[in-house]
C-alpha cells in the first residue's frame, strides 16, 4: 500500500463539478492499493500517518500530529500511485489490487481512520475526480508498507 500524504491548510474533492468532501487544515492522503495488500498494511499506514509529527508547534518545529491538532483528514483513492513506469511509455498497472478488493480496503482504511477519532472525509472510489488543495510549507511524504 502506498500513501502521499500532504500537510494542506485545505482541500476538496468534485466529482462531476460538485464538491463532494472537503476539509480544512490537515492532510490529504493520496491512497495506492497493491496487489496482495490486507487489513495489516491498512491498520499500519493509518497509525502511522494519523500520528506524524508534521505540524509546526509554537516554536516552529515539527512536534505536533494530526491526532494532537485535532485536524482533518482527506483520503483520496488512487490507483496510479501503483503504476509501474519502467519499462515503455505507458504505465502498466498489473500490481493494482483488483477493483473489489481495493475498494474495500479503501473504506476499511476510512473507516479505521474515523475509529481513531480523527474527522475523516473522503473521495468516490473509481470516478474522475477533481482534486484540489493548497499544500502547506508545503509538506508531502510517501510512505510504501512494502518499503518498511
Do not use: W
Not at 512536534?63 to 485536524?71: A, F, I, V
Not at 489490487?97 to 482504511?109: I, Q, V
Amino acid at each position: 500500500m502506498k500513501a502521499v500524504v500532504q500537510r494542506v491548510k485545505s482541500a476538496h474533492v468534485a466529482v462531476d463539478n460538485t464538491i463532494i468532501s472537503n476539509i480544512g487544515n490537515g492532510l490529504m492522503v493520496l491512497l495506492g492499493i497493491q496487489d496482495g495488500d490486507t487489513e495489516r498494511e491498512a491498520d499500519f499506514l493509518v497509525e502511522k500517518i494519523i500520528h506524524l509529527r508534521i505540524f509546526e508547534d509554537d516554536r516552529g518545529k515539527m512536534n505536533l500530529s494530526l491526532k494532537d491538532l485535532k485536524s482533518e483528514l482527506l483520503v483520496i483513492s488512487q490507483f496510479t500511485l501503483v503504476g509501474d513506469c519502467k519499462k515503455g511509455r505507458r504505465p502498466s498497472f498489473t500490481r493494482a489490487a483488483a477493483p473489489d478488493r481495493a475498494n474495500a480496503l479503501y473504506e476499511y482504511f476510512i473507516g479505521r481512520a474515523i475509529e481513531s477519532g480523527v474527522v475523516t472525509k473522503s473521495g468516490q472510489f473509481q470516478a474522475n475526480m477533481d482534486v484540489s488543495l493548497v499544500n502547506q510549507g508545503p509538506v508531502t511524504l510517501v510512505l510504501d508498507t512494502r518499503e518498511t
